[in-house]
């Protein structure tokens, strides 16, 4: 088994961990029906629409 030579700073750890969790920003697109930005795969915020039909009642 492999021994640590060297202690990694926690500047270099921390900076090393930054890469790996970064979050991505989510993927949007328009709603077919009033055109507004929604996620992909889920009911439109604005309209309530979803698939081409009434899924929430948006007040």
Do not use: F, T
């Not at 961990?17 to 077919?32: H, N």
Request: proline fraction near 8%; glycine fraction near 4%.
């Amino acid at each position: 088994m492999g021994v640590q030579q060297h202690r990694r700073s926690k500047a270099k750890n921390r900076a090393r961990r930054a890469v790996i969790l970064k979050m991505a920003a989510p993927d949007l697109m328009k709603c077919p029906k009033c055109h507004e930005y929604k996620q992909p795969h889920r009911a439109c915020p604005a309209c309530g629409y979803y698939n081409e039909q009434v899924s929430v009642p948006v007040e």
